[in-house]
């Protein structure tokens, strides 16, 4: 079963950094796209960054800058640094990738539950 399972997130103050991990697990045939996302308090959830196989990146235009996004296929891995915190960004932080499990099924998203960044004023 294919399981992705962030980690890193916790309290840090304003002007900090914290760097996010995204971990896949289980068996699949291809990954393209993966990313990050948050979605604060009584707000939708957003894109904050993007990564294609290829390594292109994308960001929304409140954190350039300030996040970057990368990926480690070796490791089944990606990461978002977060440096320049600001209480805005307080948010859970969920992981996306495009999965393909197998070769004769459609991609789809997967998702992971979510790790907690709070910046303090």
């Known amino acids: 079963q294919v399981q992705l399972v962030e980690s890193g997130g916790g309290l840090v103050q304003t002007g900090g950094s914290r760097r996010l991990s995204c971990e896949r697990s289980g068996s699949i045939f291809s990954i393209s796209a993966m990313g990050w996302y948050r979605q604060a308090p009584g707000k939708q959830r957003e894109l904050v960054a993007t990564i294609s196989s290829g390594g292109s990146t994308n960001y929304a235009d409140s954190v350039k800058g300030r996040f970057t996004i990368s990926r480690d296929n070796a490791k089944n891995t990606v990461y978002l640094q977060m440096n320049s915190l600001k209480p805005e960004d307080t948010a859970v932080y969920y992981c996306?990738?495009?999965?393909?499990?197998?070769?004769?099924?459609?991609?789809?998203?997967?998702w992971g539950r979510g790790t907690q960044v709070t910046v303090s004023s």
């Open positions: 996306n990738a495009l999965i393909k499990e197998r070769q004769w099924v459609p991609p789809r998203d997967y």
